[in-house]
């Protein structure tokens, strides 16, 4: 019997053994949210390596929400901290839905993933080990029907 190969097979053999066949990202990791009710004093918190400060990088911030949230927008406090280095805090307002209240975002069923920039084109100072901590920013706490949190780092 003679195997063709095929994109798929291919696929699945790098999923099968584990190797990346398109490392993109520095981090892209999301952060479940309990109970769909993000406490401002549990903010997701994130670690990355950065290697090359030379380097351009454009963050971004992942919000899965249900159609359930109440809010059009998202007020979030960033606080970020480097090697060596004292932490950045910094207020971000994220739009969630259009004025006639369609929801932005990807959906997938009752769930919607919202990507906003964070940093466009952004030098890290230096090398090392970075934190992002992405705590909710709005007067409801808990804020109810986030179901998840996430960062992610793509190299430019």
């Known amino acids: ?32 949210i309990d109970n769909k009710a993000w406490l401002n004093t549990s903010p997701p918190s994130f670690q990355f390596h950065i290697g090359d400060k030379s380097k351009r990088y454009d963050v ?4 899965r929400h249900t159609t359930e949230y109440a809010f059009s927008n998202l007020f979030v406090l960033i606080y970020q901290r480097g090697p060596g280095k004292k932490q950045y805090t910094y207020r971000k307002e994220i739009k969630m839905a259009r004025p006639d209240g369609k929801w932005l975002g990807k959906s997938s069923g009752s769930l919607y993933n919202n990507q906003s920039i964070i940093h466009k084109d952004y030098l890290f100072p230096d090398t090392g080990i970075y ?21 992610t780092i793509v190299p430019k």
């Open 1 to 32: 019997m003679k195997l063709k190969s095929s994109p798929f097979l291919i696929g699945l053999l790098c999923i099968g053994i584990g190797c990346s066949c398109d490392q993109t990202f520095v981090i892209n990791e999301n952060k479940p």
């Open 60 to 63: 971004l911030m992942d919000v």
């Open 131 to 151: 934190t992002i901590s992405i705590e909710q920013n709005m007067k409801e706490n808990p804020l109810k029907e986030i179901t998840d949190v996430g960062l």
